[in-house]
């Protein structure tokens, strides 16, 4: 079981990080799973991306978070990773860390980083043996 059931994050932009994460996060598996309206949450929009119906990462109207965060999504394969970072480079991320294994972590370690337009540490990391 997850330690963490949900994390948000508030953007300055929500259209452009949106887009961002409809693109990046794809190849991992993760959509959108649900969206809110500014009448339902008394004033901001907001979008839960998941697997299997569940919204697990959060972005919503705002003032930016004021300190870059790191995030890291599960990848079911090195591959997964590999088209993560392409497809958020491809987005408008920027590279903070090509894929490749990070053997100070753990052997098998192997991640890919890219900085979301709004800054943040994004990360797709795969822990399975090759």
């Not at 996060?25 to 929009?45: C, D, F, Q, W, Y």
């Not at 090195?78 to 920027?94: N, T």
């Not at 337009?117 to 994004?122: A, D, L, R, S």
């Amino acid at each position: 079981m997850s330690v963490i059931d949900h994390l948000g994050l508030q953007v300055g932009n929500f259209p452009r990080a949106l887009r961002f994460y409809e693109r990046a996060l794809a190849p991992l598996g993760v959509s959108i799973v649900m969206r809110v309206t500014k009448e339902e949450t008394g004033g901001h929009e907001g979008a839960g991306f998941g697997r299997d119906g569940k919204p697990s990462f959060w972005i919503g109207t705002g003032e930016r978070t004021a300190q870059r965060i790191h995030v890291a999504f599960t990848a079911d394969t090195r591959a997964a990773v590999d088209r993560f970072f392409e497809a958020a480079l491809a987005a408008g991320g920027v590279d903070n860390g090509a894929p490749g294994i990070r053997a100070h972590y753990h052997p098998n370690y192997y991640g890919a980083f890219v900085l979301d337009p709004e800054g943040h540490n994004i990360e797709a990391v795969c822990h399975a043996p090759v």
